[in-house]
Nanobody
Framework: QVQLVESGGGLVQPGGSLTLSCAVS????????MNWYRQTPGKQRELVAS???????DYDDSVKGRFTISRDNAKNTVYLQTSSLKPEDTAVYSC?????????WGKGTLVTVSS
């Protein structure tokens, strides 16, 4: 059974930072493209950052220069380092794993940016 478990969310002040983690089990991690999405009530889920199996990365324009996605294949974990957080970054952040037509999701972790 494939499982993705996110952690690291919480309440942070504007300008602060958090590192989100997503631990993957039940599938060979090294073959996966890993993605971080976020969603707020009333809005569509948006792709924030991606990392391929060989480490190529891509970011939404809204987070470029502030967020960094990385992966540790030895730990079967993908990370999202966030910095210079803004109130508009408040959302549930979810981890997604893709291989071909297969797609798996975690339950998400809430990030709240507020003073």
């Amino acid at each position: 059974q494939v499982q993705l478990v996110e952690s690291g969310g919480g309440l942070v002040q504007p300008g602060g930072s958090l590192t989100l983690s997503c631990a993957v089990s039940g599938i060979s991690f090294s073959i996966l493209t890993m993605n971080w999405y976020r969603q707020t009530p009333g809005k569509q889920r948006e792709l924030v950052a991606s990392i391929t199996k060989v480490g190529g990365t891509d970011y939404d324009d809204s987070v470029k220069g502030r967020f960094t996605i990385s992966r540790d294949n030895a730990k079967n974990t993908v990370y999202l380092q966030t910095s210079s957080l803004k109130p508009e970054d408040t959302a549930v952040y979810s981890c997604n794993a893709k291989f071909g037509v297969l797609s798996y999701w975690g339950k998400g972790t809430l990030v709240t940016v507020s003073s």
